[in-house]
């Protein structure tokens, strides 16, 4: 009984090496820099789309930089995109763009706030004067000698210092710093699927098919010889 079961057993693991794990190994080595390539060619691409993105951002042409979001995120949320970035000083990999902000829009905004703010709650009975044209006298000649735009991050932290100076304007100062938008407001961060019906995506599927059809005969293979040992000995 034991010779019939073991028997089979040696059948079973003749067949089972009809295709062996080494022919998968170099079906699957190609495959692997195939799959490789495509990815780079995806993360390519979307660099190139995200630079498009942060220039119209300096450009100033909101409806060009809408467009360039728009491009952006449909590409990201239809391919497969790894991306390598640091968090806290150590390199991660995602998928996605990665987090970035929309900078130069967030300074003309907050500066358009500023201006709104100003327009406001100036209030020359003040006994301080008329504190914003006393801090203006102060940051636009700074601006000037040190050649900050207006729309300079500097710009605005002499203008919310200097504003700190004036005990009686803490309202004027509070009023000024919740006109400013959040930054989250202007936080990109798209993220692209694990798979996408793309030549990478179909790749990438290929790859794992391969991957896991190894590990599995591998372990068939651990199974059936453990089996034969132990039928020999009975």
Request: some cysteine; hydrophobic content about 50%.
């Amino acid at each position: 009984m034991g010779g019939k079961k073991s028997n089979r057993l040696r059948r079973v693991l003749g067949s089972f090496k009809a295709v062996r794990v080494w022919q998968l190994i170099l079906i699957l080595i190609p495959l692997m820099f195939l799959t490789a390539t495509l990815l780079r060619f995806d993360h390519l691409r979307m660099i190139e789309l995200r630079s498009a993105v942060v220039e119209a951002d300096k450009s100033g042409d909101e409806e060009q930089l809408r467009t360039s979001l728009v491009n952006l995120s449909d590409f990201v949320f239809s391919h497969v995109v790894i991306n390598i970035t640091e968090v806290n000083g150590a390199p991660v990999v995602l998928f996605g763009t990665g987090t970035f902000y929309l900078e130069q829009q967030y300074l003309r905004a907050a500066n358009a706030a500023i201006a709104e703010a100003e327009a406001t709650i100036v209030d020359d009975s003040n006994p301080n004067g008329n504190i914003y044209s006393a801090v203006a006298a102060i940051c636009q000649p700074q601006a000037i000698a040190n050649g900050w735009a207006w729309s300079n991050p500097n710009y605005l932290d002499c203008w919310t210092s200097e504003l700190a100076k004036y005990p009686t304007t803490d309202h004027l100062e509070n009023t000024l710093l919740a006109a400013v938008p959040s930054t989250e407001l202007y936080r990109v961060n798209y993220a692209s699927p694990l798979w996408s019906p793309t030549p990478t995506g179909f790749a990438l599927l290929a790859c794992a098919i391969i991957i896991i059809i190894i590990i599995i005969r591998i372990l068939v293979w651990i199974i059936l010889r453990i089996a034969l040992a132990i039928l020999g000995r009975s």
